[in-house]
Each structure stands twice: as structure tokens, then as C-alpha cells.
T-cell receptor, first 114, second 113 residues
Framework: DTEVTQTPKHLVMGMTNKKSLKCEQH?????MYWYKQKAKKPPELMFV???????INESVPSRFSPECPNSSLLNLHLHALQPEDSALYLC?????????????FGQGTRLTVV | GESVGLHLPTLSVQEGDNSIINCAYS??????FIWYKQESGKGPQFIID?????DKRQGQRVTVLLNKTVKHLSLQIAATQPGDSAVYFC????????????FGAGTQVVVTP
């Protein structure tokens, strides 16, 4: 199994809603990532979890709250988002956080904030 | 056809021809590089990688070349097929312990019949 599974595939939410994005991998990877991707742009790193601990927060607003319940799961909790937060949210995982191991990406959640 | 990833965002290539996608990376300390392919509505898909102690690496129909002197990376696709139409991103991984990926701007490849 070399898949990173993200749910839901599409999400429309209002600015006062609370929602969560979910990501799952069963490759035994110990590094997991959240990226944000706007149309026609490269993915931008948001968070890195290494061994279930938050390693990197790229100055992401607190309305995005990551959570890593166990080594296979990664969540991104959303609250009070703005329309400019509409984007494709990608989860990725890699075997180790160090050089020489590719990151596997999920298909993403297309988020629209209205 | 040839494209500089950061300056010519779209590369149009005829089916059957070879494609060359270029990428200028920024960090001379980066020691691992990856090419990803992203089709519309999908996540990035790994194509090929190369470590900085190598100049060239070949895969199935793809070759990556690394020139550390000028911080340049290229992806060559042989006999381009319609299924190769996608956005191609180069990514560099720094030597910091967290392995952050820094993506290039991307090149849209359009394969014409």
C-alpha cells in the first residue's frame, strides 16, 4: 500500500463553520505534512509532524489547527476561515524526515470557503 | 522542446518528441532533489529523484540531470505521450533535519497530437 488517503475530496464551508480534514497512511511513515496549494502555484508547506510531534509550523494562522492522533493519522481542524483560505489542501508522508526519501502525496481536499 | 521552469511556465510539445523541463534551484546546500508530476485535480506524484552526489539518473522514459555548479536541474521525457500532459514541479530538500521540500514554480506541459 503506497497511498495517502485524504477525506473529504471536496469541502464547502462557511466562515463560521468548524470542519476537519483527515489524512491516513499505512506505509509506516513517521513524517507527515500538510501543504496548501493555490491554483497554478506550487504547494506551500504548512506543518510537519515527525514521530507524532509537531516539528514545523510555517507561521500558519491559528484558525488552522493540526493534530496527529497516531502514526497513521493526521488531521487539520478548521475554524473561522476566510475566503482566501480556499485552496487544495494536500497531505503527504515520508519514511523519514531526512534527505533521500520521497514524500508521497494524497489527492488533496478541495476547500471552498464561502 | 525546452523550457525554463521559472521563466516559461508552459511547454507545448508534439506527441512522440522529447521534452526537456528545466529548473533553477536556490539553495546550494540542498542535497536531494525530486521531480513531481501533478495532473489536474490530483496530488503531486513522484517521478524521479536524485542526490547531489550524482549528475544523472535515469528512470523509465525519464532522465534527471543535475548541474550543481550552476544550480540547475532538468527533467527529460523521452517520446512524450498525451498522458504526460501535467504540471511538473522540481523540489529541493534542504540539509536541515526536518527535510522540508521547497518547490519550484512549476511548468505546464501540453502534449499536442
Amino acid at each position: 500500500d503506497t497511498e495517502v488517503t485524504q477525506t473529504p475530496k471536496h469541502l464547502v464551508m462557511g466562515m463560521t463553520n468548524k470542519k476537519s480534514l483527515k489524512c491516513e497512511q499505512h506505509m509506516g511513515h513517521r513524517a507527515m505534512y500538510w501543504y496548501k496549494q493555490k491554483a497554478k502555484k506550487p504547494p506551500e508547506l504548512m506543518f510537519v509532524y515527525s514521530y507524532e510531534k509537531l516539528s514545523i509550523n510555517e507561521s500558519v494562522p491559528s484558525r488552522f489547527s493540526p493534530e496527529c492522533p497516531n502514526s497513521s493519522l493526521l488531521n487539520l481542524h478548521l475554524h473561522a476561515l476566510q475566503p482566501e483560505d480556499s485552496a487544495l489542501y494536500l497531505c503527504a508522508s515520508s519514511q523519514f524526515r531526512s534527505v533521500g526519501t520521497e514524500a508521497f502525496f494524497g489527492q488533496g481536499t478541495r476547500l471552498t470557503v464561502v | 522542446g525546452e523550457s525554463v521552469g521559472l521563466h516559461l511556465p508552459t511547454l507545448s510539445v508534439q506527441e512522440g518528441d522529447n521534452s526537456i523541463i528545466n529548473c533553477a534551484y536556490s539553495n546550494s546546500a540542498s542535497d536531494y532533489f525530486i521531480w513531481y508530476k501533478q495532473e489536474s485535480g490530483k496530488g503531486p506524484q513522484f517521478i524521479i529523484d536524485i542526490r547531489s552526489n550524482m549528475d544523472k539518473r535515469q528512470g523509465q522514459r525519464v532522465t534527471v540531470l543535475l548541474n550543481k555548479t550552476v544550480k540547475h536541474l532538468s527533467l527529460q521525457i523521452a517520446a512524450t505521450q498525451p498522458g504526460d500532459s501535467a504540471v511538473y514541479f522540481c523540489a529541493e530538500r534542504g540539509t536541515d533535519s526536518w527535510g522540508k521540500l521547497q518547490f519550484g514554480a512549476g511548468t505546464q506541459v501540453v502534449v499536442t497530437p
